[in-house]
């Protein structure tokens, strides 16, 4: 039989039962979308990237594109077009997140911090622990550079697991008391709030400074103190949980606001802290989750943002390394021998979310079988996990900084927030379970202090392909950027959307994963001509901005505070 040869490639497009039952299948849908563009013109459809661009990477004309993204007469027809309409999804995004991030730059009122003064050179001079790192110094420079301009600062600080971005905090928040300025800082939980709390009055402890903590277990006789600091000015740093945010909260002038691991809070949280004060003060959202340069290209792209890649000096690399079931005796008796030089260890049991009554049982089962092999008085375990009230978890938490027990059995709740130079091991039961971020979170509460630190990947020998990827990432390396790629590429971008509470990377077609080098040259074209057009009104850029103008209200991107 001879075989036919087709003259187009055939459109398929996703149908459901329903609409096949009303004859509205693949090919139907594919026969009234070829009427519908017989009927259409190319000014049905106009042009929305500027000519300049269209020359210079030889990109389709946007009505044939659309047209031969349906019907496309060969395979290389169907490729230009993919690849025009992939440009295009790009190159708007970045001219949207351009604009956003230009007018603020250029309109947006905010406080100045004129002078760097005696509370700041001060501490700077005499108190600080350690010699800075040269990414710190630079984050320090362009906070100051933003602070001092008259318009309000809006930087995301990424900062990888132990970078020091607490210091480089502290150092801001003594930059707007000089400036006679208060500042506050938000952390997502009462553990966190807590630990910066205790190590800013710590370092702040000779300095004349007025600092509060601010939860929801303050107790109302302390609350109410607090409040009345802040509101007639003798509060100099407030730091907290999202009880700052209440409105029963009122700052006399407020110019700082830090917010720490943001993504655990809201956009409408976050925005709360700008109607703390008349003019907006100065915001600075810090992350200990480094984020992939291309999802920061998109996601974060109208922020100024700073990135601290060194780690301070003194700090050892951590040792990873993965074993299985049958090693646990092994491991253990490693654990002994490390504690037996003085040192601490976690032990971390999975959320699977699945069960909660499960993951209390497997948790309590782990727990019964560390006291078997480490059992009392010689040695001492605390417990921390979320049925536990806060006092609990305070109480367990504070016994293990203070080393009144050896051992911290936990669930995930330490993810963010402990810090405890003494402990020198991590162990994570059933790492697969776990995605590279939180194993990289977890890993990053040891290798705080001076001392050789450990992490132990504890799996049972049952793995899939993507979790021996992941354990692999993490025994090479201990770089979190290359993690977050790494992440990722692994879980795709489908689990991407959403992350940015302020609105989806809703790309029908681009991927920020495969799509990288055609993501870095719109973000590079875009930046050009916002370089020298930033309102879009000469005559080539008209059809930018009418497009623009057209979508205005259609998408969800939006500012980060």
Known sequence: MKRLKLKFLEPVYPSTE?????????????????????????????????????????LLPRFQAISFIHFPPDAEAYSLA?????????????????????????????????????????????????????????VLKEIRKDTGTGKQMNRLLQGDVGSGKTIVALLSMLLAIDNNYQACMMAPTEILSKQHFDSVSK????????????????????????????????????????????????????????????????????????????????VLVMTATPIPRTLAMTAYGDLDYSIMDELPPGRQPILTVHRYDHSRQKVMDFIRAEIDK?????????????????????????????KAYFPEPKYWISMVHGRQTNEVKQINMQRFVQHDTQIMVATTVIEVGVDVPNASVMVIESAEKFGLSQ???????????????????????????????????????????????????????????????????????????????????????????????????????????????????????????
């Open 342 to 370: 003085g040192r601490q260890a976690y032990i971390i049991f999975p959320l699977i979310e699945e069960s909660e009554k499960m993951d209390y049982e497997n948790l309590m089962k782990g727990y019964e079988n560390v």
């Open 82 to 138: 993919l690849m025009r309409l992939k440009f295009e999804e790009f190159f708007i995004a970045q001219i949207r997140l351009g604009l956003t991030k230009s007018e603020r730059h250029r309109f947006s009122k905010g406080v100045s911090f004129t002078q760097v003064g005696h509370l700041f050179n001060t501490f700077y001079t005499n108190y600080l622990p350690f010699e800075l790192t040269g990414a710190q110094k630079r």
């Open 18 to 58: 329903k609409l096949k039952s009303r004859a509205l299948g693949g090919r139907q849908i594919a026969k009234l979308t070829a009427a519908l563009l017989s009927f259409l013109h190319e000014k049905d459809i106009p042009e929305n990237i500027p000519q300049e661009v269209i020359k210079q990477i030889k």
């Open 439 to 561: 194993l990289h979170q977890l890993r990053g509460r040891v290798g705080r202090g001076k001392e050789k630190s450990f992490c132990i990947l504890l799996t049972s020998q049952k793995l899939n392909k993507e979790a021996r990827e992941r354990l692999k990432t993490m025994t090479l390396t201990n770089d979190g950027f290359k993690i977050a790629e790494k992440d990722l590429e692994i879980r795709g971008p489908g689990d991407i959307e959403g992350l940015r509470q302020s609105g989806e990377l809703n790309f029908k077609l681009a991927s920020i994963i495969n799509d990288r080098p055609l993501l870095e040259i719109a973000r590079e074209m875009a930046e050009r001509i916002l370089d020298t057009d930033p309102d879009l009104n000469s005559a080539e850029n008209l059809k930018l901005k009418n497009y623009l103008h057209s979508q205005f209200g259609k998408t969800q991107w939006s500012r980060i505070s």
């Open 203 to 282: 370092l702040l402890k000779d300095l004349p400074v007025t600092v509060q903590l601010l939860t929801g277990s303050t107790k109302t006789k302390l609350r109410k103190e607090i409040l009345e600091q802040a509101a007639n000015g003798s509060l100099n740093i407030l730091i907290g949980t999202h009880a700052i945010i209440e409105d029963t909260v009122q700052f006399n002038n407020l110019g700082l606001a830090i917010v720490d691991e943001q993504h655990r809070f809201g956009v409408a949280q976050r925005a709360k802290l700008w109607k703390k004060a008349i003019v907006p003060p100065h």
